[in-house]
């Protein structure tokens, strides 16, 4: 699986750091929606989900978490530790977030409005749908 780490250019001085996060240069879509995750307790695993279209660039502006990324062939393990590092994720990759520090702040730039319909919670059903995508030519998941 390519996994896309996008380099976030750091705008640094001595008074600190600033990094600026625009549409069509260093974020490949259109930015419909901004959340950020913050206080996540100790031990707390979450995501579990995968999306039929959704695109979404995660960056830990503070701390750090631990991604498993899947895309029902292989499964990758990658620490988000650097506010200068965008990570992309496409459609139709099952992730999983946890080992959160307890600064951690988790950022996210989606596509698209929040959708529940978007979602696959269930990790069989995330199976079928990759193998139905590939049947038909479909998703190039
Ligand atoms: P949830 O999807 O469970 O988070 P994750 O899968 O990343 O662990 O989202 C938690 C709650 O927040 C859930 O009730 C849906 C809601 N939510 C929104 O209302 N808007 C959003 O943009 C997101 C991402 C979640």
Redesign the pocket.
């Known amino acids: 699986m390519h996994i896309k780490l996008i380099p976030l250019q750091t705008h640094g001085d001595e008074r600190g750091a600033l990094i600026s996060l625009e549409e069509g240069k260093n974020i490949p879509f259109s930015i419909k929606?901004v959340?950020y995750?913050f206080k996540t307790k100790e031990g707390v695993r979450?995501?579990?989900?995968a999306h039929k279209v959704l695109k979404q660039i995660v960056v830990a502006v503070r701390g750090s978490c631990r991604f498993l990324l899947d895309d029902g062939c292989e499964k990758v393990d990658i620490l988000l530790d650097n506010p200068a590092q965008g990570l992309l994720i496409e459609s139709f990759i099952w992730?999983e977030?946890y080992e959160f520090t307890e600064d951690c702040v988790l950022m996210?730039l989606?596509d698209q409005?929040?959708d529940?319909s978007d979602?696959i919670?269930n990790y069989e059903v995330f199976l079928e749908n990759i193998g139905s995508a590939k049947n038909t030519g479909g998703a190039d998941a």
């Not at 979450?46 to 989900?49: E, K, N, T, V």
């Open positions: 929606r959340y995750l979450r995501g579990f989900h992730r977030m996210v989606a409005i929040y529940e979602y919670r």
